[in-house]
């Protein structure tokens, strides 16, 4: 649970890193700089998907690494290299399709309660 607890802090702090830097360094307005941090995150998780550098840190971290924006890119980036040679897309968007409306619906039910 410390080792949760840590990954998901680690996550936070390099995503607030990233923002500041956007922030700072490229003088991004605040919807910006949180837009191409969760996009830098995205993409790091992508990438770290075929090295199995990402099931590392999840043996490791445990429930800390799914933070839902990179597991969602870890899931379809492991999905396509499965199915590489049947048609990536269509698995890609199988696999993932219950959790943007799992995503989706909880994000209406926390609306309505905001």
């Known amino acids: 649970m410390l ?3 840590l990954a998901g802090g680690l996550i936070a702090i390099v995503g607030q890193a990233l923002h500041d830097m956007y922030s700072i360094w490229f003088h991004m307005n605040e919807a910006e700089a949180i837009r191409w941090m969760n996009g830098t995150l995205i993409v790091c998780a992508a990438l770290c998907t075929p090295t199995r550098l990402y099931r590392r840190f999840t043996q490791i971290a445990g429930a800390g690494m799914i933070v839902p924006m990179m597991s969602l890119a870890n899931i379809w980036s492991a999905t396509a290299l499965e199915y590489r040679n049947e048609g990536a897309a269509e698995h890609m968007f199988f696999v993932g399709g219950s959790i943007i409306v799992t995503l989706v619906v909880a994000s209406y039910v ?3 309660f905001l």
């Open 110 to 112: 926390a609306a309505l």
């Open 3 to 5: 080792k949760a607890f």
